[in-house]
DNA sequence: GCATCTGATTTCGAGTCGAAACTATATCGA
DNA sequence: TCGATATAGTTTCGACTCGAAATCAGATGC
């Protein structure tokens, strides 16, 4: 008791802001959340594992690698390490050399973890999504910003696909033979598919 | 390789749903939980245990026991259980025997639980909220329609408040002397702040 | 009175998680 | 070229989550 009475008082803080206060949002996000983490214990691997086998399959070439992993996950190499272990003993990833620097190691997902990806638990929250309809646009908007703010609360920031990065050209360079985008940083030629990969050095849009 | 080129084609999904693919926003909303879980390492607790003496704090008092906790957050009684006896031996949590049950258990937070409880790391979420403005019952509406879709999905349905209860009677007692509202189900009445706790027998709207 | 049900706990094994120590390679500057 | 330092990744540690299954004790029903 106690502390649920902050809400209810003579000058009722949930009539005043039009039915829903801060904290009842932040409870609605972190119950979503909670679902979310639930939803992804399926197929013998737990969220962790999913987050990071989703990751792998997904990264692009300079972002396919431990480091980038945990930055992305928001956890310490450490952890890391230990979830790509575990990936590996379940015959999901693969760790190879980095041609040209001895540290560094090149995730790659097997042909099992590939098809283990056609069972994404995240897919079952897609027919759920579609059912928004034209409310998707609206629900992104919301989702970014709030995204924005536990990121900004964190000081850790993710990053996303090359295509929504400042860096991304698009048709800059449509008669090469790698691709019509450019990454404006690397120079780069970008095909497609590259473009809608997780890139480490990804700059999102500057905040207002 | 291979899985991110689905997003690209000559018939770009991106562009046919006006910005956002479904495998796109699945995306964000893990990521916003992901970020939510990181947020809640603090102050020597673990989000596991964030959630459980949150819910414990604002749980009314037929559902402040480890059942209503474990179905609340989608955990076995188990695991429920084992956080609990986390949640005590840090001293923010006393179990106390039932009145009439034998083998019921009363969870009440502490006074130390309380202060702690004062700093909520989901609480530097809402500011976040706060920023949202107007756009914070638009914001209410999506989560809702995902928190459905994912409790859809997993099977699981958590539970809320009593004020967002199809039980709730508004005002059904006015001159009672325990509180004005009503419980539909149980035919007791409600104050102010008992309305505004989780309730084990919560029943949701009925959904379209 | 006994079978069954229910609330809660314990035990188990796999694994997350941060922190810190550690290994090995890379890079930079004198 | 050598050494200091930075970087990539791993290992170890202790606390803890998590589901599953076994277990215990009180409640309920016939």
């Known amino acids: 008791m106690g502390n649920a009475a902050k809400d209810?008082?003579?000058?009722?803080?949930?009539?005043?802001?039009?039915?829903?206060?801060?904290?009842?949002?932040?409870?609605?996000?972190?119950?979503?959340?909670?679902?979310?983490?639930?939803?992804?214990?399926?197929?013998?691997?737990?969220?962790?594992?999913?987050?990071?086998l989703r990751y792998i399959g997904r990264a692009n070439r300079y972002s396919r690698n431990p480091s980038a992993l945990a930055s992305y996950l928001k956890?310490?190499?450490g952890t890391a390490s230990q979830t790509i272990k575990a990936l590996e003993s379940k015959g999901l990833v693969t760790r190879q050399p980095h041609c040209t620097d001895g540290r560094a190691v090149h995730l790659v997902v097997t042909t099992e973890g590939e098809s283990l990806l056609q069972r994404d638990p995240l897919?079952?929250?897609?027919?759920?999504?579609?059912?928004?309809?034209?409310?998707?646009?609206?629900?992104k908007l919301v989702l970014c910003e709030l995204i924005d703010g536990v990121e900004d609360a964190s000081g850790k920031r993710g990053f996303g696909v090359c295509e929504d990065c400042t860096h991304f050209c698009r048709n800059e360079m449509p008669n090469d033979s790698c691709g019509p985008h450019q990454c404006g940083?690397?120079?780069?030629?970008?095909?497609?598919?590259?473009?809608?990969?997780?890139?480490?050095?990804?700059?999102?849009?500057?905040?207002?």
């Open 75 to 77: 956890i310490t190499k």
């Open 185 to 208: 940083l690397t120079l780069e030629a970008l095909s497609g598919m590259e473009s809608s990969q997780i890139c480490v050095d990804h700059n999102a849009c500057a905040r207002v």
């Open 123 to 139: 897919k079952r929250l897609e027919g759920a999504i579609k059912e928004l309809g034209t409310g998707i646009d609206a629900a």
């Open 8 to 52: 209810t008082g003579p000058t009722d803080p949930i009539i005043a802001s039009g039915g829903c206060t801060a904290q009842r949002l932040a409870d609605l996000v972190n119950r979503l959340g909670r679902g979310v983490h639930c939803l992804q214990f399926a197929d013998g691997l737990n969220p962790a594992q999913w987050d990071a």
